[in-house]
């Protein structure tokens, strides 16, 4: 048996809101479920942001155990600090070939990997001169 942490929609229509659930992969979105491990609402709030809580313990135990959680709730959990950032590549022309360089996945925007100057490189070997 497989088991998935994924979302499934609770709420009314144009209105939703979700329980993050422990199911096995088999069974339906709004099916039988292992244990509800938290909530998350995607609409704003008052204060203007997004709610979400989450059982960290019974989250990390499920992860330990094997479960593999879904697109949505591995965002999730990244934003919440349980799992690292998912590899992202930058899209390129829709049908050309994609583009490999790495991108930030808190802003969406590539990242540049700057050489070091020549000028470091000077100043770094001088220090290695007084270390020596």
């Not at 960290?56 to 709730?73: C, D, H, N, T």
């Not at 950032?85 to 969406?108: C, E, H, I, L, Q």
Request: aromatic content about 6%; hydrophobic content about 30%; glycine content about 10%.
């Amino acid at each position: 048996m497989v088991v998935r942490i994924r979302l499934s929609r609770f709420g009314c229509k144009n209105k939703p809101f979700y329980r993050v659930m422990a199911a096995d992969s088999r069974s339906p979105r709004d099916g039988k479920h292992l244990e509800v491990l938290g909530y998350y609402n995607p609409l704003p709030g008052q204060d203007g942001g997004k709610r979400m809580g989450l059982n960290f313990e019974r989250v990390k135990y499920w992860l330990s155990v094997g479960a593999q959680p879904s697109e949505p709730v591995q965002r999730i959990l990244f934003r919440a600090g349980v799992l690292p950032p998912p590899p992202m590549v930058a899209m390129g022309r829709k049908s050309g070939p994609r583009d490999m360089r790495p991108v930030d996945p808190m802003t969406g925007r590539v990242l540049n990997m700057e050489k070091p100057d020549a000028g470091n490189q000077q100043e770094s070997g001088e220090d290695e001169d007084h270390i020596e």
